[in-house]
């Protein structure tokens, strides 16, 4: 008699135990299936969702009081070049459509009085940020064209994440005294 009251006891302190521990095991076991779930895609900026519609982006640019200066049609793609969207930094985005439904966003930064430094210090928070959020970027290009009046570089790094791909990029052109220089983002859905 005295193993089953033993045991009853024993059964009794589980159960209180099981029942104190499950709730704080299934919030922590959501909190982490939401990071992952988070992890599996990379959602566009501006609170977009990809194959978000046309008629949608259109409606919150306009609501954003931004300005779609340009359409262009590109084999089975459109593209909107778009400024005016509050950032700092930002010249101008561009929405790609494929099936008027939203596949890509690129976002295209200039700072005119920026120096190369200046650049190149920007391009490595930019990559630092992204390589701590998703793992290190994957080197897509670094080249440097001197072989024309107009010098070229371009340095470009990669990160997947699930169905989505997220690219950053540096280019350069300089003749003489003039320059143009562009940091761009630019995030995909595959």
Not at 106 to 133: A, H
Not at 158 to 163: D, I, R, Y
């Amino acid at each position: 008699m005295t193993n089953r009251k033993t045991d009853s006891v024993i059964f009794s302190i589980r159960s209180r135990a099981v029942r104190r521990i499950l709730p704080t095991a299934l919030i922590a076991f959501c909190f982490l299936g939401s990071s992952a779930q988070a992890l599996e895609e990379l959602l566009p900026p501006f609170g977009f969702r990809w194959n978000d519609s046309m008629a949608r982006v259109e409606a919150v640019l306009h609501g954003a009081k931004a300005k779609i200066v340009s359409r262009e049609k590109k084999e089975n793609r459109e593209v909107w070049t778009v400024e005016g969207l509050v950032h700092p930094g930002l010249k101008r985005t561009l929405f790609t459509f494929k099936q008027r439904g939203l596949l890509e966003v690129e976002l295209q930064y200039e700072y005119p009085d920026w120096t190369i430094e200046r650049y190149n210090q920007r391009m490595g928070e930019i990559r630092r940020y992204f390589d701590e959020k998703y793992g290190t970027g994957k080197l897509v290009s670094r080249s440097r064209d001197t072989d024309t009046d107009v010098i070229q570089t371009l340095v470009g790094y990669q990160w997947m994440v699930g169905a989505t791909m997220l690219e950053l990029f540096y280019f350069s052109a300089q003749h003489d005294a003039l320059v143009y220089r562009t940091i761009s983002v630019d995030y995909k859905a595959l």
